[in-house]
């Protein structure tokens, strides 16, 4: 019968981080610090584009941002950051099928969070100093999205947190199971596009513009911009896309694997 190349991906995915996690906390976290930083470099340079081209063509804005976005995930798969939300499907298949415990699973997610978050406050600090950023406004394009999200209700931000980490995780899958380079390429560009043009939740993401918002010129500006709003939305959001990217891309797909049949993701 054919081997699966789904559970050795996850399998040596899981080996790999728990490894690390165990022997160098500092160069998991590390790891994770880019992560947060590379989605914020994408986010800040999208944005200002976003602003551009809506005074040449209003409304353009929202087709360009998620374009730019996107090659921040790019970033992250092709340079081997930990991003929390790709964890979730990898952690949650290799916990079911017991390449990992389940309690060493969640050590390593509340761990990689909370240094996406660290990245994005790095960068998104340089970025609101930056002279991009110094002439921000309350009409600007990220200070409108930042709104929008704290806006939304709990419900909605479950909901939106699910459907985020579904398409972030088709991308993931399509890196770890094509194996065309650029086709990978163009894969994870186009579900990561998907997902932030339909404005979905994703907690890094969300982690990367309320981290530009919070250090610039206009936060004080901000509706719903307060500290308990924040761990609310992000709170709800990281619910949401655990459920998304674990419940149900990663144990779905643990399941089709892990029994000796024909039909296997090779």
């Given at each position: 019968?054919?081997?699966?190349?789904f559970?050795?991906?996850?399998e040596?995915?899981?080996?790999?981080?728990e490894?690390?996690?165990?022997?160098?906390?500092?160069k998991?976290a590390l790891?994770?610090?880019?992560?947060?930083?590379?989605?914020?470099?994408?986010?800040?340079?999208?944005?200002?584009a976003?602003d551009?081209i809506?005074?040449?063509?209003?409304?353009?804005?929202?087709f360009l941002?998620p374009?730019?976005?996107?090659?921040?995930?790019?970033?992250?798969?092709?340079?081997?950051?930990?991003?929390?939300?790709s964890?979730m499907?990898?952690l949650?298949a290799?916990?079911?099928?017991k390449?990992?415990?389940?309690?060493?699973?969640l050590?390593?997610?509340?761990f990689?969070?909370?240094?996406?978050?660290?990245?994005?406050?790095?960068?998104?600090?340089?970025?609101a100093?930056?002279?991009?950023?110094?002439t921000?406004?309350?009409?600007?394009?990220?200070?409108?999205?930042?709104?929008?999200?704290?806006?939304?209700?709990?419900?909605?931000?479950?909901?939106?947190?699910?459907?985020?980490?579904?398409?972030v995780?088709?991308?993931?899958?399509?890196?770890?199971?094509?194996?065309?380079?650029?086709?990978?390429?163009?894969?994870?560009?186009s579900?990561?596009?998907?997902?932030?043009?339909?404005?979905?939740?994703?907690?890094?993401?969300n982690?990367?513009?309320?981290?530009?918002?919070?250090?610039?010129?206009?936060?004080d500006?901000?509706?719903?911009?307060?500290?308990?709003?924040?761990l609310?939305?992000?709170?709800?959001?990281?619910?949401?896309?655990?459920?998304?990217g674990?419940?149900?891309?990663?144990?779905?797909?643990a399941?089709?694997?892990?029994k000796?049949?024909?039909?296997?993701d090779?």
């Amino acid at each position: 019968m054919p081997q699966s190349t789904f559970i050795s991906k996850i399998e040596a995915a899981c080996l790999k981080k728990e490894a690390l996690f165990d022997q160098s906390k500092g160069k998991y976290a590390l790891r994770s610090i880019f992560a947060g930083a590379f989605l914020t470099f994408s986010t800040g340079a999208g944005a200002i584009a976003a602003d551009l081209i809506n005074k040449i063509v209003p409304g353009f804005g929202r087709f360009l941002f998620p374009f730019i976005f996107a090659w921040g995930l790019a970033y992250i798969v092709f340079l081997n950051a930990e991003l929390v939300t790709s964890n979730m499907m990898f952690l949650t298949a290799g916990s079911y099928l017991k390449k990992i415990s389940w309690k060493k699973s969640l050590s390593i997610l509340l761990f990689c969070t909370f240094f996406n978050l660290v990245g994005t406050l790095i960068v998104g600090w340089a970025f609101a100093n930056s002279a991009a950023y110094a002439t921000l406004s309350h009409d600007s394009f990220i200070v409108g999205v930042v709104e929008t999200k704290l806006a939304r209700t709990n419900d909605l931000v479950l909901l939106e947190g699910i459907i985020a980490n579904i398409f972030v995780n088709i991308a993931i899958l399509s890196f770890i199971l094509v194996k065309d380079g650029t086709a990978k390429l163009c894969l994870v560009l186009s579900a990561i596009y998907m997902f932030v043009f339909l404005t979905n939740e994703h907690l890094a993401a969300n982690f990367a513009s309320f981290s530009i918002v919070k250090f610039s010129v206009v936060a004080d500006q901000v509706a719903h911009f307060d500290f308990l709003n924040i761990l609310r939305h992000w709170g709800v959001t990281f619910l949401g896309n655990l459920i998304g990217g674990g419940i149900l891309i990663g144990l779905p797909y643990a399941w089709l694997n892990s029994k000796q049949t024909d039909y296997v993701d090779e």
